[in-house]
């Protein structure tokens, strides 16, 4: 089996926020959702339930299994958050249905490392598709293409820095107190979303409130909190003659 990773780590200007890719190619079958019909295209964004946004088998495999590798470096489990399940979910089918590559652009909302104003098309997304989260989330990404799972997952996450980094409070996000996990795995795609609120979702099951959603657009000039940066620049040695 062949192993290719990549990852990306953007600084949004509200701080360092991970959205971190991880690519692994096999030929490894993996365990994914059965296809969806009734969820494709704009139905993705604005359905209120569409199949697999509650915790899959796999899924609950890759909740626990993240949990697991926290608590071998003596850090507390996350609770699981309906909210960002849900949100998760709708992310790997807008890539797979949608988008067509692994990104952390939505199909309305296109997401440029580059280009600050875009950042909040991840970053405010639980809030402009509708969910009852009340925070910022910040998110992994994962690629298989012989099926992602949640072993192929996590795997690909803790080979690379930035996804490691992200899931135990290491480097920019040693001051972070995450209270909230989603996860998400269709076809060769698999997501995980942190966030520090709690989510307030009582259903085992979220659903999408269309009243609660909005253009994403509206979030893109939210203020800066305050936080405090623990940036790893690279040395920069410059010889002049």
């Known amino acids: 089996m062949g192993t290719a990773a990549g990852t990306v780590l953007w600084l949004g200007w509200w701080g360092a926020t991970a959205a971190s890719v991880s690519v692994v190619d096999s030929n ?15 139905e993705v964004l604005e359905a209120i339930h569409c199949p697999g946004d509650g915790l899959e088998p796999e899924e609950e495999r890759l909740h ?15 609770p699981r958050s309906p909210s960002l399940d849900l949100l998760a979910n709708r992310h790997v089918l807008d890539m797979a249905h949608n988008v067509g590559r692994l990104s952390h652009s939505w199909s309305h909302c296109p997401y440029d490392a580059a280009d600050p104003r875009t ?10 598709l509708g969910t009852r989260y009340p925070g910022r ?12 799972t949640a072993q192929s997952a996590l795997r690909g996450w803790q080979r690379s820095p930035t996804h490691r980094a992200l899931i135990l409070n290491l ?8 209270r909230a996990m989603g996860v998400g795995i269709y076809g060769p795609y698999a997501v995980l979303w942190l966030g520090e609120e709690r989510d307030p ?41």
């Open 28 to 42: 490894r079958a993996g365990t994914t959702d059965p296809p969806l019909e009734s969820c494709t295209g704009s």
């Open 64 to 78: 626990q299994l993240i949990n697991t590798y926290r608590a071998e470096q003596g850090l507390p489990p996350i």
């Open 119 to 128: 950042y909040h098309c991840s970053a405010f997304a639980p809030q402009w």
């Open 137 to 148: 989330a910040y998110e992994n990404a994962h690629f298989n293409a012989g099926g992602a």
């Open 171 to 178: 480097d920019n996000w040693q001051n972070n107190r995450w």
């Open 201 to 241: 979702e009582t259903a085992t099951v979220a659903a999408l409130n269309p009243e609660r959603a909005s253009d994403p657009a509206e979030y893109r000039s939210r203020p800066r909190p305050r936080r405090s940066l623990n940036l790893r620049l690279p040395f920069l040695r410059i010889r002049i003659r």
